[in-house]
C-alpha cells in the first residue's frame, strides 16, 4: 500500500480526473495528482486542475494528431518523471500512446473507455454500442499495453440501454459510472493487493 503519485493525461473536460481529485479529497483513495498535462490549450481539464491548485500543463503534440509519439512524447515521459509521477491515468486523452511511455512506466499506465471491452475499442465506443443494438453499454478501466483498449481489466460496470436513448443520453449515464469506476480501480492500485495474470488483474492475490 503507498500513496499513489499520478500524472494525468486529457484532451477535454476533465470530469473524470475530477471524480480522481474529489475521492482524493474526501480521503476515499490514497493517492497525489502531481501533473495534468491537455493537448489543446484551452481544454478544460487544465482549468479544473488549476481551481484544485494542481500543476497543470499544455502539452503540444505536433506534428501528430492522433498519436503521443516523438518529441512530444520525450518531453511527456520527462515532465511526468521529474514530477515525481508513478502512476499514469488517461482521462478523455485522445491519443494512442506508444511503447516508450509505456515501458518507462510499466504496467502503470491506465484508461478509461465507455464501453463494456472487448467490444467497441477506439473512439465513441457509446455510440457504437447504441447502433449495434446492445441492450447493455458500460465502461471499462483497463491497464494500457501496446494495442488500443486491449490491456488487462481492472474495473467495469454495466450500464443499461433506454429505449429513447440518443448517444448524448446513453453518454450521460455511462460518465456518472465513469465517476465510480476510476477511484475505484485506483484504489485497487493503491492497495497493490493485486496481480497481472496473462489477461487478468487478480484482485487480492
Ligand atoms: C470519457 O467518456 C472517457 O471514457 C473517454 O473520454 C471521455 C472523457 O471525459 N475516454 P472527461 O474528459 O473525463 O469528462
Known amino acids: 500500500m503507498a500513496t499513489l503519485r499520478l500524472g494525468v493525461l486529457g484532451s477535454g473536460a476533465g470530469s473524470n480526473m475530477q471524480s480522481i481529485v474529489d475521492a482524493i479529497e474526501a480521503g476515499t483513495l490514497d493517492a497525489e495528482i502531481k501533473l495534468v498535462l491537455a493537448d489543446f490549450p484551452d481544454a478544460k481539464i487544465l482549468e479544473r486542475a488549476a481551481k484544485h491548485s494542481i500543476r497543470a500543463e499544455y502539452l503540444d503534440c505536433a506534428p501528430f494528431r492522433t498519436k503521443l509519439e516523438g518529441a512530444a512524447e520525450d518531453r511527456c515521459i520527462e515532465m511526468l518523471k521529474s514530477a515525481g ?15 516508450k511511455l509505456l515501458a518507462s512506466f510499466p504496467n502503470r499506465v491506465i484508461n478509461i473507455h465507455p464501453a463494456l471491452l472487448p467490444a467497441f475499442p477506439g473512439v465513441h465506443g457509446w455510440t ?30 454495466a450500464v443499461p440501454v ?3 436513448d440518443t448517444p448524448e443520453s446513453l453518454h450521460a449515464r ?9 477511484p475505484e480501480a485506483l484504489r485497487i492500485v493503491a492497495s497493490g493487493n493485486y496481480s497481472i495474470e496473462g489477461r487478468r488483474v487478480r484482485i487480492g492475490k
Open 128 to 157: 457504437q454500442t447504441l447502433d449495434y443494438g446492445c441492450k447493455v453499454a458500460g465502461v471499462t478501466v483497463h491497464f494500457v499495453d501496446a494495442g488500443t483498449d486491449t490491456g488487462p481489466i481492472i474495473v467495469q460496470k
Open 85 to 99: 509521477v508513478d502512476t499514469v491515468v488517461l482521462a478523455g486523452f485522445m491519443r494512442i500512446v506508444k511503447p
Open 174 to 182: 455511462i460518465q456518472v459510472q465513469e465517476h465510480i469506476a476510476y
Open 162 to 164: 433506454m429505449e429513447d
